[in-house]
């Protein structure tokens, strides 16, 4: 039988990681948003506030693995059922916490092809001002065509 302080911690840690993850959640979708709008700005804070949003999960998935290690369990899905099952409230909070992580990584998978989408359109839109300027294209190591520089690099004389 697990004793209650570390029963009571366990749920508490499963309620803070719902609440991190909703609030990623959120940040994932305004970063859709973002890409779509083409708000570099904007997107460049933003990836300030997820960095530090997902040290946070990071820090209580920790935090539950050392408990649940302490406790000689595995930190899956089975330990965590077995610990809770006295606590409805706290299984039916980890179920959500399985359902935000599957909607967040579809989130983040739509960001992804969002970028690569961006900096393909960059790239051509690139190419187009180049080849229009009289500037070849020019391929590096892996094959790739990257934009000629001008001979003077910023910030040299």
């Known amino acids: 039988m697990i004793p209650q302080p570390e029963l009571q911690r366990l749920a508490t840690l499963i309620d803070n990681e719902a609440l991190l993850l909703r609030a990623f959640l ?45 406790l000689r369990r595995p930190n899956d899905e089975a330990s965590i059922r077995e610990l809770c099952r006295p606590l409805p409230d706290t299984l039916a909070c980890w179920d959500e916490i399985r359902e935000l992580a599957r909607s967040a990584e579809h989130r983040n998978e739509i960001n992804g092809k969002l970028i690569v989408e961006r900096m393909q359109h960059n790239h051509a839109a690139l190419s187009v001002l180049l080849t229009a300027a009289g500037q070849p294209q020019l391929y590096n190591a892996a094959g790739m065509t990257r934009p000629r520089s001008s001979g003077r690099h910023l910030g040299s004389a």
């Open 26 to 70: 959120a940040l994932l979708e305004r970063e859709e948003a973002l890409l779509i709008a083409g708000d570099a700005d904007a997107l460049l804070a933003l990836t300030e506030e997820k960095s530090q949003r997902h040290q946070q999960l990071q820090r209580v998935h920790n935090a539950r693995a050392l408990l649940l290690g302490r």
